[in-house]
């Protein structure tokens, strides 16, 4: 669509076109392939999917001896293809053996032994936006068939824990009924889809990216052929408003920005054929517990064409990946070894349009997010409403939490929630009138909406009580220093504090103000490796290690001695992140260790 032209209108004009050229933009996008099998964004080209087969000596040109482990096990069997094992596996309550624990994986189900002798649901959330009878739904499945909570992840969706093998049909099945699904949440998959929490009622966004992240969820599910990637991808799509998605931590991460006759003004002459408006950076191969952040590719996307070029890379990732080394199976590999130019290239191969390339400068600066921003009560973009953000303990809520909560979200909103990777939940369309009603009811259900500096951005993994992999119990020792730190630490800045129990990251504890990694002690008890001065998006950066092997009891006393020599020492409007980067890490070491 052409923008039509806005010489001689009002400002107040201009911003009403600006909102509905937008409101155009967000319509559910298209993806199909042309007769020669390319992608395309444009529906009167599109025709079927016409992805080709690997060649049966091979996967995708590996040889079937050089594959690794998992690998061979989805050659011997499609892990879309059990639905019988699964039954039967039922039928006989029998947990799976090794290549069928990994199978399972791709519908969601994860037998956690010996953490627990059960299964573990991962369910899909995309866009982060669920609805009220969701909510119910999902707290009905955790009473009746597990434990009666579940945990909000990292990547805004929810994990339900503790089936008996003779459930997970049932578990599966109910789940659907919801209108949800479980599919590819696990293994070598596209992972949530996740969006900027607030889309669509925040008064600073730039586009409602909803529709986005859920078409590119409804694509996946509906392309067998972007399932069984060499390891799992990772993608968000960012607003460009205050709340951060973290999509510098994704495999692709979409920002979106605003060019302006202003901004491309200044730019270089080869910009011209650029308009003003609204339009997505793309950036590729984050992966934080890697030591990396996804970069800027100089790419800049029409709204309608991000989820094409999210199936074309995934499509060339999906191809090239390494299949003998699951430690260099990411993305970010794939692009070390070709660089991004190749990669680049690859994927314009399969696309129907060609990729525009820009500088940053054509685009205006990005809005600073606001640290904590997920908590507390917000004006929204409509008039008289408000979201109303609340923290959990780790993401931890208990069956009769989470019915209170979607009633809170039926009685006072609109029966919707939205999750956060930060482990948090909005309910949004709360009218002014009922924002202090609806806060005491959540202070009353154990949750806070306060954005205690201290203690506010306080998020961790499953940790050992439901995951093989965690050294520590690191929900439970996020709780007690949450706790602590409430009634001794006060600061002026808000900081993030990541529990993670193994190097996987899954609570990405290279990118908090102080990140903890569990590790087995040498008399056997549990401790953490301690890093800090990580960051993203504004604050983008990798934590360095100030302290290895801190026990578990001592974790409390030495965080709450960390955040009050920063309080005290620190220049006026120095954040905690600033405070530490000035400093070395002997020089921190000295301060804590005397």
């Not at 409509?382 to 931890?396: C, E, I, M, N, W």
């Not at 800090?532 to 302290?547: S, Y």
Request: neutral net charge; hydrophobic residues 40%.
């Amino acid at each position: 669509m052409t923008s039509p032209p806005t010489a001689g209108f009002t400002a107040e004009q201009k911003e009403y076109l600006e909102g509905f050229l937008a409101a155009i933009a967000a319509k559910a996008p298209f993806v199909g392939e042309t007769p020669g099998g390319q992608i395309t964004a444009n529906p009167s080209s599109g025709a079927i999917n016409l992805a080709a087969p690997s060649a049966e000596d091979t996967v995708y040109g590996t040889p079937l001896g050089d594959l690794c482990k998992p690998e061979r096990w989805k050659y011997d069997e499609n892990p879309l293809d059990i639905w019988e094992k699964l039954v039967a596996h039922a039928d006989k309550d029998r947990f799976p053996d090794e290549a069928d624990t990994f199978r399972f994986k791709f519908h969601g189900l994860f037998y956690v032994a010996p953490a627990q002798d059960s299964f573990m649901l991962r369910l899909r959330i995309p866009a982060c936006e669920l609805t009220a009878t969701q909510l119910h739904g999902i707290a009905d499945l955790a009473q009746d068939l597990g434990a009666g909570y579940a945990h909000i992840t990292t990547r805004g969706n929810l994990q339900i824990r503790e089936f008996r093998p003779c459930d997970i049909v049932k578990v599966l099945t109910r789940v659907q009924d919801l209108g949800l699904t479980s599919r590819g949440s696990g293994a070598d998959n596209v992972r949530n889809i996740t969006a900027s929490p607030d889309s669509g009622f925040s008064p600073v966004e730039l586009i409602d990216v909803r529709p986005f992240a859920k078409g590119l969820h409804h694509y996946i599910l509906n392309h067998r052929d972007l399932y069984e990637l060499p390891r799992k991808f990772n993608v968000a799509f960012d607003s460009g408003g205050d709340i951060s998605t973290a999509s510098d931590t994704n495999d692709i991460g979409f920002a979106a920005v605003r060019v302006t006759e202003k901004s491309l003004a200044a730019a270089p002459a080869q910009t011209a054929a650029i308009e003003p408006g609204i339009y997505f950076r793309l950036q590729l191969g984050g992966i934080s517990g890697h030591g990396d952040f996804a970069r800027d590719t100089g790419l800049l996307l029409r709204p309608s064409e991000t989820v094409a070029v999210a199936a074309a890379m995934i499509r060339v990732f999906k191809e090239h990946g390494d299949r003998t080394n699951r430690k260099k199976a990411r993305l970010k590999y794939l692009l070390e070894k070709w660089g991004l130019e190749k990669f680049i290239a690859e994927s314009q191969k399969k696309l129907a349009f060609t990729l525009v390339h820009a500088p940053l400068s054509v685009c205006e600066p990005r809005r600073p997010v606001v640290k904590h921003g997920w908590l507390g009560a917000s004006s929204q973009a409509q008039k008289g409403l408000q979201s109303l953000g609340f923290g959990t303990q780790a993401g931890r809520m208990t069956a009769k939490q989470m019915h209170a909560v979607a009633d809170l979200a039926t009685h006072y909103g609109k029966g919707e929630l939205r999750l956060t990777v930060w482990q948090s939940v909005i309910i949004p369309h709360v009218p002014d009138a009922f924002v202090q009603t609806v806060l005491r009811s959540i202070a009353r259900l154990g949750f806070f909406h306060d954005a205690a500096a201290s203690s506010g951005g306080i998020i961790a993994c499953t940790g050992n009580k439901g995951c093989k992999y965690s050294a520590a119990d690191t929900k439970a020792h996020a709780a007690s220093l949450m706790k602590h730190l409430g009634s001794r630490v006060s600061l002026s800045h808000p900081v993030n504090v990541h529990f993670t129990g193994c190097p996987n990251s899954c609570a990405q504890h290279y990118c908090g103000d102080l990140g903890l990694v569990g590790s087995k002690l040498a008399d056997g008890s549990e401790g953490y490796n301690l890093v800090l001065g990580g960051g993203m998006d504004n604050e983008q950066g990798i934590a360095r290690e100030l302290f290895r092997g801190v026990h578990h009891a001592e974790l409390n006393r030495t965080v709450e001695r960390i955040l009050n020599t920063y309080e005290s020492e620190k220049t006026p409007g120095e954040t905690f992140v600033a405070w530490v980067r000035r400093h070395s890490i002997k020089e921190l070491q000295e301060k804590f260790s005397a």
